[in-house]
């Protein structure tokens, strides 16, 4: 059997399965048979702009990636609002919450993952609310409509965007977040406490170093009213949103056999440890990593839509990321270690009056992480300089002050800055 012949089933219509269905479809050795099944009830959507979405920075429409005429025009079965519950490898089928039982040939599982729920006192009651999904974010939008109080835990890029888009549409909102400043995985303490002064600025409070200690029930005992904290201090509540990290979604594959650890395990290819199925985005593992950010997955998507046209891809490998925060009005942009080590040269420009900071960490004159808030246009060039891995000691001096002002120092190919842009 060709390629071309073969029955792909991808499960998963969120962002990783929605982008690989367009690279396939792209190829001309596409698979003539493909179902793609999501158990979410819409066709693909823009997850990550349902933060600015929850501000009301933008129409819902805009965050539709297709419409079902398109899957129909592209010959790609949509199957909305299924869940696939079973997979039978011996026989390679797959089963669904609806009965429906479908024959694949090659089988791609791309379920994401779900919102971590903090396990303390309390946590089974209602109105414990997450922001992962479309009818989360239309919760939250028609929660903080009706104004009140809101506190939402985690102090991280999510927790983080959700706050400020329920305090856009009205409500009060706290934000608990248990380590020592905002965004610890991706600002230093002076960029978090730059970030913290501008959104108590807007209206936001924030409590730091803050441990969650228990939901507060109300008299039912039925319902969140608030949280508790450890230090004692009680944060009354309308809505309490959970924004504390990301568990994949294995339970298809686990019970299936496939081989999992924190996420499915995939090698450099996506595949599973049944040659017949693959993995990626959120739901999958590579060499101990798991996924919470877009573009390590749109690599991994270039590879499958590959592999599943029968070319040979470049195997996926690890590179770093880098990071920003969705909230309108503020600039900031991250990558690499948070913590200088010994051997760092570190790399300091700080302008309280104009709300600029940046910090270098330069490892024998390479470029090795970049905390920036405020003006940020260098940040991609930083982050390219880092990637290439060029000695950058030439321009040292002006390294803080960016391309324009650095790259004519450096004995560096000008393409950097064209890569940047
Ligand atoms: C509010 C928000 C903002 C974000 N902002 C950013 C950002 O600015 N930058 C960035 O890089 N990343 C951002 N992210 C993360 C980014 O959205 C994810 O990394 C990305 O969506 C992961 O893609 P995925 O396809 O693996 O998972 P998902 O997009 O979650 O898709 C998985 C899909 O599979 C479905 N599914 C699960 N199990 C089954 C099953 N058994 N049967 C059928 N269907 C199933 C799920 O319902 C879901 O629709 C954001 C995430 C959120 C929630």
Redesign the pocket.
């Known amino acids: 059997m060709s390629a071309n012949d073969e029955h792909l089933v991808i499960?998963?219509?969120?962002?990783?399965?929605h982008r690989l269905l367009e690279r396939v479809l792209a190829h001309p050795h596409r698979p003539r048979h493909i179902t793609i099944?999501?158990?979410?009830p819409e066709t693909a959507y823009n997850?990550?702009l349902?933060?600015p979405w929850l501000a009301g920075e933008m129409d819902r429409s805009a965050l539709t990636l297709r419409e079902r005429d398109w899957y129909t025009a592209q010959g790609v079965t949509l199957i909305a609002g299924?869940?696939?519950?079973a997979i039978d490898r011996r026989c390679r089928t797959l089963t669904t919450d609806q009965g429906r039982r479908l024959a694949y040939d090659r089988l791609v599982l791309?379920?994401?993952?779900r919102a971590a729920r903090p396990s303390v006192t309390g946590s089974d009651l209602d109105g414990i609310h997450a922001?992962?999904?479309l009818e989360d974010?239309e919760r939250l939008a028609s929660l903080a409509d009706a104004g009140g109080r809101a506190v939402v835990i985690g102090g991280g890029?999510?927790g983080l965007?959700?706050a400020e888009g329920m305090r856009k549409r009205g409500m009060t909102v706290s934000v608990v977040h248990r380590a020592t400043h905002l965004m610890n995985r991706q600002l230093d303490a002076t960029a978090a406490g730059m970030l913290a002064a501008e959104l108590r600025a807007r209206g936001l409070e924030i409590h730091t170093g803050a441990d969650l200690a228990a939901y507060a029930p109300n008299a039912d005992g039925q319902r969140a009213t608030g949280v508790v904290l450890s230090d004692g201090t009680t944060l009354a509540a309308d809505c309490v949103v959970a924004a504390i990290g990301i568990v994949p979604?294995t339970s298809?594959a686990e019970r299936a056999g496939l081989t999992t650890a924190r996420g499915i395990q995939v090698d450099a290819f996506m595949t599973t440890s049944d040659p017949h199925i693959s993995a990626?985005?959120?739901?999958c593992e590579f060499e101990g990593t798991t996924?919470?950010?877009?573009?390590p997955?749109w690599r991994q998507v270039e590879v499958l839509a590959a592999r599943l046209c029968g070319d040979t891809p470049e195997p996926y490998r690890e590179r770093p990321c880098a990071t920003?925060l969705?909230v309108s009005g503020i600039s900031l942009y991250a990558f690499g270690p948070i913590t200088p080590a010994p051997e760092h040269d570190v790399l300091t420009y700080h302008d309280p009056q104009h709300g600029d900071y940046r910090r270098l960490l330069l490892r024998d004159g390479r470029l090795e992480g970049a905390v920036l808030y405020g003006d940020t246009a260098a940040g991609p060039w930083y982050f390219q300089c880092a990637l290439a891995g060029h000695d950058l000691s030439a321009g040292r001096q002006a390294l803080l002050f960016g391309e324009h002002d650095a790259q004519p120092l450096l004995d560096t190919p000008d393409t950097l800055s064209e890569e940047a842009a």
């Open positions: 499960v998963g219509n969120g962002m990783a399965g099944l999501g158990d979410e997850r990550i349902l933060s299924e869940r696939a519950t791309a379920t994401g993952s922001f992962r999904d974010g890029l999510l965007e959700a979604n298809l990626l985005g959120e739901c996924y919470g950010l877009i573009e997955i920003k969705k």
